[in-house]
């Protein structure tokens, strides 16, 4: 009995197993189930992608001036809603596992990018960011962010608004520094990646802070 031809066998290797299952794309979650709202509204996939720093900041609000496990968990679904475009009694219809998971994913972006504890902050004279596609607000492209050492006077509001300690204001404080030290407009700042805003914080606050900068860490359960 002859053995299979060279052509054969290596047929055997490029063909597709049909059985194995597709890959799943990263930031999308199928519930078992379509998600139907008795007001009207299907929905079968949750799509998420980075977060933005004005979603994250709306997160931040939900927790109000006292954080407890409850308000942490409203704003993880807060931040789901924004950045799926769910409406917020859909997510309430998630699995629990499953939004455990998207807000994993949400949080990661911010993570990622934050400096660890046990690292030196980055003290060069001068850091540069670049926005692949540039930021679009107030009718201009802002397709780079410089940033310098802050100085004193613009430390000093970071200081006031940190020091009503809740996770809005610390994150507030953020978004004004860096907004005061690259000269960009409040919308540009707002509109910015989570993780490029949270390099651009940790630069900045680098000069004053020892640690990691302090963020939206709320928003891993």
Do not use: C
């Amino acid at each position: 009995m002859s053995g299979p031809t060279d052509d054969e066998a290596m047929a055997v290797l490029s063909a597709p197993d049909e059985r194995m299952e597709p890959e799943a794309e990263a930031g999308v979650f199928v519930p078992d189930e379509p998600i139907i709202l008795k007001k009207g509204g299907t929905f079968t996939e949750l799509r998420l992608r980075e977060p933005t720093v004005f979603e994250t900041l709306y997160a931040a609000k939900v927790i109000g001036k006292r954080a407890t496990q409850e308000s942490i968990y409203d704003s993880q679904i807060d931040l789901v809603a924004r950045v799926s475009k769910w409406p917020v009694v859909a997510v309430h219809m998630l699995g629990a596992r499953m939004l455990d998971e998207a807000v994993e994913f949400l949080s990661r972006f911010e993570q990622e990018a934050r400096r660890p504890a046990d690292a030196d902050p980055d003290l060069s004279p001068a850091l540069m960011l670049q926005f692949l596609p540039p930021i679009e607000a107030v009718n201009q492209a802002f397709p780079s962010m410089s940033l310098r050492p802050p100085t004193v006077g613009e430390r000093r509001p970071y200081k006031a608004a940190e020091a009503r300690g809740t996770a809005e204001a610390f994150l507030q404080a953020e978004i004004d520094l860096v907004r005061a030290v690259s000269d960009w407009p409040p919308a540009a700042v707002l509109k910015m990646p989570i993780s490029q805003f949270a390099r651009a914080s940790d630069y900045l606050t680098g000069f004053f802070t020892p640690g990691p900068g302090t963020g939206s860490s709320f928003l891993p359960s």
